[in-house]
């Protein structure tokens, strides 16, 4: 069974950052796009950032220009560079995997780590 593991939340005064980390673990041939997702309390849950297999990157408009997503594709793992953060910023943060091949044809599709919360307050 695949797991996504996230860490690197916590509480952190507004204009500072912080890194989260999801790393994904079990038996894995290839893990196609994964992104970060948030939910605010009393709000719906809304991508992040996403990150496709090659590199390629979409950010909401909200964070744009403070938030960066990258992976590291040999330990399965994605990141989330948060910078410039704000009081809105703090939710929950979610990892997912769209799709992943646990071995040549065999998928698994939508996985979800277990959230990591970030709080952004004086």
């Known amino acids: 069974q695949v797991q996504l593991v996230e860490s690197g939340g916590g509480l952190v005064q507004p204009g500072g950052s912080l890194r989260l980390s999801c790393a994904a673990s079990?038996?894995?041939?290839?893990?196609?796009?994964m992104g970060w997702y948030r939910q605010a309390p009393g709000k719906q849950r809304e991508l992040v950032a996403r990150?496709?297999?090659?590199?390629?990157?979409n950010t909401a408009d909200s964070v744009k220009g403070r938030f960066t997503i990258s992976r590291d594709n040999a330990k399965n793992t994605v990141y989330l560079q948060m910078n410039s953060l704000k009081p809105e910023d703090t939710a929950v943060y979610y990892c997912n995997v769209e799709r992943l091949e646990r071995l040549p044809t065999l998928y698994e599709y939508d996985l979800w780590g277990q959230g990591t919360q970030v709080t952004v307050s004086s």
């Open positions: 079990g038996r894995i041939f290839r893990i196609f796009a």
């Open positions: 990150i496709t297999s090659d590199g390629r990157t």
